[in-house]
T-cell receptor, first 107, second 114 residues
Framework: KNEVEQSPQNLTAQEGEFITINCSYS?????LHWLQQHPGGGIVSLFM???GKKKHGRLIATINIQEKHSSLHITASHPRDSAVYIC?????????FGTGTRLQVFP | DTGVSQDPRHKITKRGQNVTFRCDPISEHNRLYWYRQTLGQGPEFLTYFQNEAQLEKSRLLSDRFSAERPKGSFSTLEIQRTEQGDSAMYLC????????????FGPGTRLLVL
């Protein structure tokens, strides 16, 4: 069993739809990250959470420490949101990554 | 552009050859991380440095792999006697400890071992 699991693995949506990506983890953590990876490899950090909820534009991230679960929501999705979204948890000095959720948003 | 650069961006080599990758972090960042990512998977931690000290190495980092950060600035990752299983994207990231947890990733070096 992977220490960080994401669901779904693949997601397609129509432009404007509300999207949710889930992340569950099994290790003790000090922080959880949501990252975005575009084709070609570049990774950008979206959020770092240790509790509660954060919002940035159309993106919202939540974390429930007791349930070891986090969600990333995208409101009013747009084709430019198409990317791989990766959840990562911080354990001691390093990040442990999920396998990512590939999102495609169609016009 | 995050400010972290990696060179080369692509490398094709034959099995058995040695390869070396370079990462230039954001200049004031004291922590530098190396990750490996294979197709369809998330990145996997390889090693990280605080300044010039290598603080942790993954079990994934076999004795064919070595990383250095001699002056606490740029870092190199060398793979000796490459194998086809080494084909992957090698990612570097940096951050400044004590100023937040966000890591800034470079564009990666894509290695193909024939």
């Amino acid at each position: 069993k992977n220490e960080v699991e994401q669901s779904p693995q693949n997601l397609t949506a129509q432009e404007g739809e509300f999207i949710t990506i889930n992340c569950s983890y099994s290790v003790g953590i000090s922080a959880l990250h949501w990252l975005q990876q575009h084709p070609g490899g570049g990774i950008v950090s979206l959020f770092m959470l240790s509790s509660g909820k954060k919002k940035h534009g159309r993106l919202i991230a939540t974390i429930n420490i007791q349930e070891k679960h986090s969600s990333l929501h995208i409101t009013a999705s747009h084709p430019r949101d198409s990317a791989v979204y990766i959840c990562a948890v911080k354990e001691t000095g390093k990040l442990i990554f999920g396998t990512g959720t590939r999102l495609q948003v169609f016009p | 552009d995050t400010g972290v650069s990696q060179d080369p961006r692509h490398k094709i080599t034959k099995r058995g050859q040695n390869v070396t990758f370079r990462c230039d972090p954001i200049s004031e960042h004291n922590r530098l991380y190396w990750y490996r990512q294979t197709l369809g998977q998330g990145p996997e931690f390889l090693t990280y440095f605080q300044n010039e000290a290598q603080l942790e190495k993954s079990r994934l980092l076999s004795d064919r792999f070595s990383a250095e950060r001699p002056k606490g600035s740029f870092s190199t990752l060398e793979i000796q006697r490459t194998e086809q299983g080494d084909s992957a994207m090698y990612l570097c990231a940096s951050r400044q400890s004590g100023t937040g947890e966000t890591q800034y990733f470079g564009p990666g070096t894509r290695l193909l071992v024939l």
